[in-house]
Every structure is written in structure tokens, then in C-alpha cells.
């Protein structure tokens, strides 16, 4: 506030050249910067002059707290408001900027030539994006912007190291991106072997092997009965053109769950994502052929996000990259009436890849989700405690090269559910890639007291300075991820990674909340409070295994809550008895 005070005391309005508002004199200060170019990143050539970009805008949400009380009011069971999940005008309300900030911030895109009509505002104002050429964006943001490419998949991003905003405005907002943001959310599915597998559906070994009737089995959803009508839907997010082959899902039907041979999707397109049948990706088959067999007949959403397109910036006309996928499907999803009560997404990055002030907005879009009753769960990555990297780097980036763990993102966002990765059973243990560990970014929430303090107990100080002992842990919970039976292309393939384990978790949290809805209950929401509290009983403890990674053993699993199987894996029928019990009970 000071400061922009200050600013407005000097404030003299010089006479633009065109016909845009005049802008205020200023000086610029420097919002984000980056100390070196992330691991991986080679600055490749100045960004192309005809490049556009499309800049997207965070102004302050200064009733965010007060959106996250009543968030934590109405996921905690024990609290009187439990279940009363807001409206989206609730919601809106609850993030919307200050009307200063707001005015202040159109009047300066009118003063480089921007009017309202080019603007693009979410439904509460606190987001604005444009589309600019990046020499405007480099006037605006004092910023130079070069295109740079990843040494291992020929992927050109433009990008700043630095990005900075005229003084007056430091107050009035939160982020601007792309800028200095270098993370690109990858699936989290590691491996594809055993092409053209002939598995009998008879001859399946569940100790080895994934399909929808060894999980049925395995999370004791077997013989239950979902309501087609009952209202519980599940959407499945996909990014990075991958795309949901419908006949590939009627072969995994007719292979591993006949009775829902005619199950099928909602196709939902966001920011012109396509639904192209000619080329399926392995990510979005594995996510709607697990999501679907677990969950039938329930109705399944897919959403297609176009974005993230590499840039060739030698080619003459390079595509113009959209701005980043998770804003604009969370742009999109929370403008939706009646969005899906679940959402699995099962990809992820690494946190240091996301700028803090990024990764801070994005989060609480997560939290306006959560307000409104729907279940965020995100695979927790496939790097152990390295993370979700390629290259592995385990080098701290503050230029010290100090040996550290890799937490991921957006696991380590405490409104999100993250889920690991387990194989085996009898017993059933941790996969040894299931990421897992401590956020940089966010402190440990409320809800983890107890359980994340009795794991760095038993750690001791083993792994003492790789990793952050008030940070948030990750994952929240854990599923089968090893092993899954897909068909990609009409053919048969075995594939594994956390990619899997999120799907199979969502969909038992839709059956869940069928079983609720058709009690006239409300549905789950934000699970956390739930799970570490009352839901912990409905999980299976996973007591063996650990995920290696940085030239160390990694975390192990134990007793209770632990950095690489959460709180366990679900028992859906003990779930459902541990909400009939509190049914009726009258607390305050
Ligand atoms: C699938 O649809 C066809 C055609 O409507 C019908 O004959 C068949 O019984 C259905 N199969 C199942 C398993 O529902
Ligand atoms: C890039 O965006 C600009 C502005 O929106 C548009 O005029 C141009 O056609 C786009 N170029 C490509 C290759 O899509
Ligand atoms: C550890 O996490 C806290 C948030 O809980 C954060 O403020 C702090 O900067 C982190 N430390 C390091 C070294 O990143």
C-alpha cells in the first residue's frame, strides 16, 4: 500500500502518442526472478519478433482467508457446517480483487493500447489475460523474452528469467504469466512394456498383474452397484494432445469388464482442445479406461486442454503458444454450473519448476474447487524422491548445488489430494517410483498434525537438510500403479506409474458419492480433512517398500502416514460403513 501511495503522489500523467489512456510516470520493480535457467533449459535464440503471447494476469484475492476458513469448515466432518458446500457466486465473491486494483489494472493495459474489449476476465475479475506481441509484453514488463529448448524432447518454450511491473501496481498484483514459468505438467506415466501381451482375462494373476476386476477385488468394491442416475460424476483431466480412443475403451471392455461393453464419455473440449480418434494417447486411454471400468456405469467426463503446442523458433512461422494448460482448464472448469464432484489428473511437475507466486494462484483455484464440493486428486509423480524430472536432477537451484529431494507439484498443494503408487499384494507395498516428500512452497496444513510429525519422528534425522520438515507432505493417499492392462490402438499393452493409481482412487471416490447422493447426503469434496481424520480407517495401511531416487534409499513406508503411500489405500466398503456411522449424528 505504501508504495503505491508513494507512487500516486508523483504521478504525472505524460501525454501518450496514441489515443490510450495516459500512463502514470514510473519506475519499474522486479515481481519474479530467477537465479539461474532451470535444470534442463538452454537459452536458444531471441523470442521470435511475430511471436504473440497470451499473458495472464493474477490481481490479489484479499479475502482468500476467508474463502479457505470456510473451505476447512465445510470439509471437516466434526464441524456443523460439514457438507454445505458453496455456490459458485459464493465462490467468486470470496476471491474477487479490490475495485482499485481492478481500475488500476485496466487502466494501465488502456495506456499500452488495451482496452476492455480485448480483455479476457474471469467470472470474479481476478484473473485478466491478453494477447499480446511479445515486444508488447516486453515494454509492459521490462522484460526481454528468448525462446529456449529442452535438451531431451526438442521442446522450445518462450520464456523471461525475470519479469518486472510499473511500481504503482506492485500492490495490485499477484503474477503474470508466462513469464519466468518453465514448468510444463508431464503424464505421469512412466513405462509401456509388453506390447501385444496376450493375457487371458481368466488367467490374470493379481499378484503381478492390474485389471478392473483385480482392483474390484483388491479395494472391495466388488458387487456394488452404482445408479447411473444418481447424479456422481467423475471428469478426467488431459493435457499435451493426448486424446481418449472410444474404440480402444469398447476393446478394454470386451477384455476386462463385459457388462459395461455400451460405458462410454463425455468428450469436453476447453481452449479448443481436440477429441482426435486417429491418434490415442496412452495417458488419457489408461485414465478413461480405469476411471470408467472402476466406476460404471457412472457418468465419465473427459476434458481435452489445448496448450503448451512446442514452438519451432527457427521455422518462420512459429505456432503461438497458449499461455499454460492448468489455467486455462481451471478457468474453465470453475466456470462450469455444475462441474463434475470428482476431478483426476495425472499429471504433474516438478515444484521448483513452477514459479512460488504461480504455483500460490494456481493453488487457490484448487481451494475455490474444493469450496464447491468437488474432489481434487492428482497423481503424486513417478520419480521416488526425485520427483517427476527427465533429466533426474537431485542439485539444489539456488546455485548452491546442495543435494535435495524433489517435491511435485500440484501434489504439494494442500487442497488437492495426492495420490502414490503401490504394487503387490498380499502384502501390497510401495512402488519403488512413487513420489513422495515435502513442499517448499507450502507449509504443512492442520490436517497433517500427528500424522506427518509421527513419520519425522521415525525418520530421525536421516535424510536431514534434503528435505522440509514443516512442509507440506505428499502423497495423501495411495493405489495400485503397477502393471495395468490398457489397449492403445487396438492393441494390448502393460503400463504403470502414479498415472494409474489416480484414476483407480477418483473413480472409488464417484462411487462414494453415489452411494451418498443416493442417501440424499452430500457429496465428499475436498477429501483431506475427511481422510485424515475419520476416512484413515478406511484405508489399508501400507507398511513395506520405499521410493529410491537421488542416490539414496528414498522414504520408507511404515506404520500410519508416510511420504510414499499416504495414509494407505482405499477399502470402499469400510468407507462407506465409516459415513453411515456418523449419519444422524448431532454435533455442533
Ligand atoms: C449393448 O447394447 C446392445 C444394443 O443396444 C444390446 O443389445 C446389448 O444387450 C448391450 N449390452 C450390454 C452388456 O448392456
Ligand atoms: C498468433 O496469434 C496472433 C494474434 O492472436 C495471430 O494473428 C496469428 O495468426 C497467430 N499465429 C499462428 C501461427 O497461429
Ligand atoms: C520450507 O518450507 C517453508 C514452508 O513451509 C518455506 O517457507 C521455506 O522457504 C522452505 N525452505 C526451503 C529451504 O525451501
Redesign the pocket.
Known amino acids: 500500500m505504501v508504495s503505491c501511495l508513494l507512487a500516486l503522489a508523483f504521478a504525472l500523467y505524460s501525454v501518450a502518442p496514441s489515443a490510450a489512456a495516459p500512463r502514470p510516470r514510473h519506475s519499474f520493480v522486479v515481481k519474479d526472478s530467477l537465479a539461474e535457467i532451470p535444470h534442463g533449459w538452454i537459452q536458444h535464440s531471441p523470442a521470435p519478433e511475430h511471436y504473440s503471447i497470451k499473458l495472464r494476469i493474477g490481481l490479489p484475492q484479499p479475502n482468500f482467508r476467508s474463502l479457505e476458513a470456510q473451505l476447512y469448515e465445510i470439509s471437516n466432518p466434526n464441524h456443523h457446517n460439514y457438507g454445505k458446500h458453496l455456490s459458485k457466486e459464493q465462490v467468486d465473491a470470496l476471491v474477487a480483487p479490490h475495485k482499485e486494483s481492478t481500475q488500476l489494472v485496466d487502466d494501465w493495459l488502456e495506456s499500452h493500447g488495451l482496452s476492455q474489449d480485448v480483455l479476457d476476465k474471469s467470472s470474479s475479475g481476478d484473473w485478466v489475460t491478453v494477447t499480446v506481441p511479445v515486444s508488447k509484453a516486453e515494454e509492459m514488463l521490462d522484460c526481454e523474452y528468448h525462446a529456449y529448448k529442452h535438451p531431451t524432447d526438442d521442446d522450445f518454450i518462450v520464456r523471461a528469467q525475470s519479469y518486472s511491473v510499473p511500481d504503482y501496481l506492485q500492490g495490485h498484483i499477484d503474477v503474470i504469466q508466462p513469464t519466468t514459468m518453465f514448468g510444463r505438467p508431464k503424464a505421469m506415466r512412466s513405462t509401456i512394456i509388453n506390447q501385444g501381451l496376450g493375457l487371458d482375462p481368466l488367467g490374470v494373476d493379481c499378484h503381478t498383474t492390474a485389471t478392473i476386476s483385480c482392483l474390484q477385488k483388491l479395494y472391495n468394491t466388488e458387487g456394488y452397484q452404482p445408479l447411473k442416475d444418481s447424479g456422481s460424476r467423475l471428469g478426467i483431466a488431459g493435457y499435451l494432445k493426448e486424446y481418449a480412443s472410444y474404440s480402444d475403451l469398447k476393446q478394454f471392455y470386451e477384455n476386462w469388464r ?5 460405458g462410454t464419455f463425455d468428450f469436453v473440449s476447453v481452449n479448443g482442445g481436440l477429441n482426435d480418434q486417429s491418434t490415442p494417447g496412452g495417458e488419457a486411454n489408461l485414465d478413461v479406461q480405469y476411471g470408467g471400468g472402476i466406476s460404471f456405469p457412472l457418468l465419465n467426463s473427459y476434458y481435452s486442454t489445448a496448450g503448451s503446442p512446442p514452438v519451432i523458433p527457427d521455422s518462420a512461422t512459429p505456432s503461438n503458444q497458449s499461455s499454460e494448460p492448468y489455467l486455462e482448464w481451471l478457468t474453465f472448469i470453475l466456470n462450469e454450473a455444475n462441474p463434475p464432484q470428482v476431478i483426476t489428473t495425472s499429471y504433474d511437475d516438478n515444484e521448483r519448476t513452477v514459479p512460488k507466486d504461480y504455483a500460490i494462484r494456481v493453488c487457490n483455484m484448487f481451494a475455490q474447487l474444493g469450496a464447491r464440493g468437488v474432489s481434487v486428486l492428482f497423481s503424486s509423480g513417478d520419480g521416488g524422491v526425485a520427483g517427476s524430472q527427465t533429466p533426474p536432477s537431485c542439485e539444489s537451484n539456488d546455485g548452491k548445488k546442495a543435494k535435495q529431494f524433489i517435491p511435485t507439484f500440484p501434489s504439494s498443494c494442500p487442497f488437492v489430494t495426492s495420490v502414490g503408487a503401490t504394487y503387490r499384494i498380499e502384502p501390497e507395498i510401495a512402488a519403488p517410483f512413487s513420489s513422495g516428500g515435502f513442499s517448499n512452497y507450502f507449509s504443512r496444513p492442520e490436517y497433517q498434525n500427528g500424522h506427518v510429525d509421527s513419520y519425522l519422528d521415525f525418520l530421525g534425522d536421516t535424510y536431514d537438510g534434503m528435505y522440509n520438515k514443516s512442509g507440506r507432505g505428499t502423497p495423501d493417499v495411495s493405489a495400485q500403479g503397477q502393471n495395468f492392462q490398457v489397449i492403445d490402438s487396438g492393441k494390448k499393452y502393460s503400463t504403470s506409474g502414479a498415472s494409474a493409481s489416480a484414476p483407480t482412487f477418483a473413480a472409488i471416490v464417484s462411487l462414494i458419492n453415489d452411494h451418498l447422493l443416493r442417501n440424499g447426503q452430500a457429496v465428499l469434496g475436498f477429501l483431506n480433512p475427511w481422510l485424515y481424520s475419520i476416512g484413515a480407517d478406511g484405508l489399508n495401511d501400507i507398511l513395506g517398500g520405499s521410493n529410491p531416487g537421488c542416490g539414496t534409499m528414498g522414504f520408507s513406508a511404515t506404520q500410519g502416514w508416510d511420504p510414499v503411500t499416504g495414509l494407505g489405500t482405499p477399502d470402499f466398503k469400510k468407507l462407506i460403513d465409516l459415513l453411515s456411522d456418523s449419519e444422524g449424528d448431532d454435533d455442533q
Open positions: 463385459p457388462d459395461a461393453i455400451n
